[in-house]
């Protein structure tokens, strides 16, 4: 019953992420809100192009860019902490 556990401590023995700071947390949570947002939309595209129009269309590609922009700079924010997690200097010995 508890073999996967010992082979998945023998395959990864390190944690695989860093604890969460509140940039990165905010950053995650506005990237899952943009996308929530843009998929809200696209799922009711006729009816909102109805009502919005223009600025529809708009608001569309502001958050497209949005998130062209926001993606890779979380990205590497957090492969970063990642890695400074993984390389930091351990006293636990």
């Known amino acids: 019953m508890n073999t996967w556990r010992i082979r998945l401590r023998a395959f ?11 940039p990165l947390r905010n950053m995650r949570l506005s990237m899952l809100g943009a996308l929530a947002l843009l998929g809200a939309i696209c799922l009711f595209w006729s009816d909102f192009i109805e009502v919005a129009g223009i600025f529809g269309v708009a608001l569309v590609a502001a958050l497209v860019v949005y998130l062209a922009v926001l993606v890779p700079v979380w990205l590497c924010r957090k492969i970063h902490a990642d890695d400074a997690w993984l390389l930091r200097e351990r006293h636990d010995d």
């Open 12 to 22: 990864a023995p390190v944690p695989l992420a860093a604890p969460e700071s509140r």
